[in-house]
């Protein structure tokens, strides 16, 4: 668990060249946001990928 954290820790703060990080950057800080909230949405976002990920391979090879 501690490494799927690390992992979500070390992309999301990849915001300056991977998307969705620069185009978020722009948006919510026009939202009034700051560099903490904006942080902790895009690992939001990126956690929501990896368990939709996570869960579609799991639940394809346990069909089978």
């Keep these: ?36 909230e904006i942080m902790r949405s895009l690992k939001r976002y990126i956690s929501r990928q990896l368990f939709r990920t996570r869960n579609s391979a799991h639940s394809a090879t346990s069909t089978t």
């Design 1 to 36: 668990m501690t490494a799927i954290v690390d992992a979500v820790d070390t992309i999301g703060g990849r915001t300056d060249h991977d998307h969705p990080g620069p185009l978020a950057n722009v948006r919510r800080t026009r939202e009034g946001r700051t560099k903490r």
